[in-house]
């Protein structure tokens, strides 16, 4: 196994940048994958999101890929809701996101935490405050799996700031889990990360100016710390969300940090025009290698015609 | 901070995005490739006149219609004597001649002549600042088609008061580039060519996701003159000025390559250094494109 990925490691390096074209070749091959990356979903009983959700899911289940990751904010909302109307969309989520026939892995992002942004009396004490909701609802914040020679970690990085409000942060807890992970894996595995929050983006670049920065709710503020613990490995590819943009950062011929629009569009309220189409990743992947392609799922809200 | 607000404005970039592969205009004849060859640096020292031979050589064996460069060829016009400077651009012009193709030039902040030197009069020279460049190599910024593509390259290099210099688009150049567009069909798919980056990962990845690009690094206008872009079939951005490697593919719609350098790291690569000494060459097919870093094998003597 490990000698046939790095084989074609070795001869699939000059592909360059993603083609879609030769992914749909690549795909058969025989020690080849696909895994499906949803973000930013914001589901809800609103704006038709459930039917919207559940074409993606169709869509989905007839690509067939191996899995599906999600990048979180699977709800809409859980910050600043009453703990019914929290209950109710996880348990939304969870009724609607059991018709993927495929196992489903998911990341926690800024919307499925209970109550941070809530100005209610008492709420802190309430044993689903914060991420415990999560947790209780769909499993750990952080953890890790193999899949066919590769590495998947996944990643929280909703950080509570000093004020309350949420910004992008690896906690020092994640940091040394992702320490005791990284001593397990060999050198040579390639490795995926999914996260809700980027690590690097261009979108800030793009919209307000090549000298303009990032802001801290809306990036990993410690990514360098984290990175820096990659450097020895074979990270292949970050899965980012959060800011409903599709991007392909591919820096020094190893790493892909591929911000993966939103299943949402903008919120379920695209209009003729608006980017990202409400969409989703299909990652390809052979060998080492990987190609991605941004499927729209051909939704049309209402408001939309 | 409230996310929906700030995330929620909607986004203008490139909202007349294609699909990629769907239905293209060009037909599959008009496939061709071409070199993109940035942060040259040639010199007589540290071996690079020999590497850029080497560099040469491969891209004749690879035949690509044309070699665009992306500035910085020679080291260094900015603080030197005349006499040097023109040695140097006489050594670029002799060696690139070597091309068995045409070769499309970008101009870089060291192709400027006399702007950091300190010496009586030198600004009364007649070949001061760019005008070296220009009366060498051509003008500092123009246009080309090929093969139903149209090819617009930009001198990023804005000139402050003396001794100063920044990444900028001037007035002059937003003034041509929207005459330009005026008169192209949206349709054509379009790649630009210029020195220093429009955006790049390179500050956030060396020094945090929270660290802005400083100025010197990138185009400080870099908003203004892709929103002249934002109706128009814009596919490619080729950058240099970094020695820096990357691929922001952006919306499904345009890549900003940043192209690594034909000096790795100004001819002095140890064994770690990164970029390798390369090249991108560019396979367009109708309006998709792919591309490849060619390290075309040089070894410094000090890197081995």
């Not at chain 2, 040259?40 to 031979?53: D, S, T, Y």
């Not at chain 2, 051509?138 to 080309?144: A, H, L, N, Q, T």
């Not at chain 2, 390259?153 to 007035?171: P, Q």
């Amino acid at each position: 196994m490990k000698k046939s990925w790095l084989f074609l490691g070795l001869s699939l390096l000059i592909l360059g940048a993603c083609n879609t074209q030769s992914s749909k070749e690549t795909i058969k091959a025989e020690d080849g994958f696909s895994f499906a990356f949803l973000t930013d979903i914001h589901l809800q009983p609103e704006k038709n999101a459930v039917a919207g959700f559940r074409q993606a899911i169709d869509t989905v289940n007839k690509l067939n890929p191996d899995f599906v990751i999600t990048g979180g904010d699977l709800v809409m909302d859980a910050l600043d809701q009453t703990h019914g109307r929290v209950d109710s969309l996880y348990a939304l989520y969870k009724e609607v996101s059991g018709e993927f026939n495929m196992p489903v892995y998911n990341a926690v992002g800024n919307h499925e935490v209970y109550g941070w942004h809530r100005d209610e009396d008492g709420i802190e004490l309430n044993p689903d405050f914060g991420k415990k909701m999560y947790e209780k609802e769909m499993g750990e914040r952080f953890y890790s799996f193999d899949h066919k020679g590769w590495h998947f970690i996944i990643l929280d990085a909703i950080y509570r700031g000093d004020e309350g409000n949420y910004i992008g942060k690896i906690d020092q807890e994640q940091v040394e889990w992702l320490k005791g992970d990284l001593d397990k894996t060999d050198k040579l595995t390639p490795i995926a990360i999914t996260v809700h929050i980027p690590f690097i983006t261009s979108r800030t670049q793009l919209s307000q100016g090549a000298l303009a920065a990032n802001s801290e709710g809306g990036v990993i503020t410690n990514s360098l710390e984290v990175l820096q613990m990659f450097r020895e490995y074979n990270l292949k590819l970050v899965l980012q969300g959060h800011l409903h943009f599709n991007e392909d950062l591919y820096v020094g011929n190893q790493v892909h940090f591929i911000t993966g629009g939103a299943v949402s569009g903008q919120w379920w309220s695209n209009k003729p025009g608006s980017q990202p189409e409400e969409g989703f990743q299909m990652i390809h992947v052979k060998g080492d290698e990987l190609s991605s392609e941004y499927i729209d799922f051909g939704w049309t809200p209402a408001n939309e015609l | 901070m409230n996310c929906k607000t700030v995330l929620g404005i909607i986004f203008l970039f490139f909202i007349s995005c294609k699909q990629p592969s769907a239905n293209t205009s060009l037909s599959d004849e008009s496939a061709f490739s071409f070199a993109f060859m940035t942060d040259i640096h040639l010199q007589p020292e540290r071996g690079a006149k020999a590497g850029f031979q080497w560099a040469i050589r491969e891209v004749n064996k690879r035949n690509p219609d044309f070699v665009l460069t992306g500035g910085d060829m020679v080291m260094d016009a900015l603080n030197q004597t005349y006499g040097r400077v023109d040695s140097l651009y006489n050594l670029y012009q002799e060696l690139s001649e070597k091309f068995k193709m045409p070769v499309y030039n970008t101009m870089g902040n060291h192709e400027v002549y006399g702007w950091q030197r300190n010496e009586k009069n030198i600004e009364q020279h007649a070949e001061f600042g760019k005008k070296m460049f220009e009366q060498r190599l051509g003008p500092r910024y123009y246009s080309f088609d090929h093969k139903g593509w149209h090819f617009m390259i930009l001198d990023a290099i804005y000139l402050g008061g003396r001794g100063y210099y920044t990444g900028k688009i001037d007035k002059e150049q937003m003034a041509w580039i929207a005459g330009e567009l005026e008169v192209l069909d949206i349709k054509t798919p379009i790649a630009i060519s210029v020195h220093y980056p429009f955006i790049t990962s390179a500050i956030q990845l060396t020094r945090g996701s929270m660290a802005p690009n400083p100025e010197g690094f990138v185009i400080s206008n870099s908003a203004e003159v892709l929103r002249l872009f934002s109706e128009y079939n814009l596919k490619l951005v080729l950058q240099g000025h970094l020695h820096y490697l990357e691929d922001i593919y952006v919306q499904n719609q345009v890549h900003f390559i940043t192209g690594g350098a034909v000096s790795g790291q100004w001819w002095n690569n140890t064994p770690d250094s990164k970029p390798e000494e390369g090249f991108i060459m560019v396979h367009v097919k109708g309006e998709d494109l792919s591309w490849e870093y060619v390290d075309f094998g040089w070894t410094p003597p000090g890197d081995i």
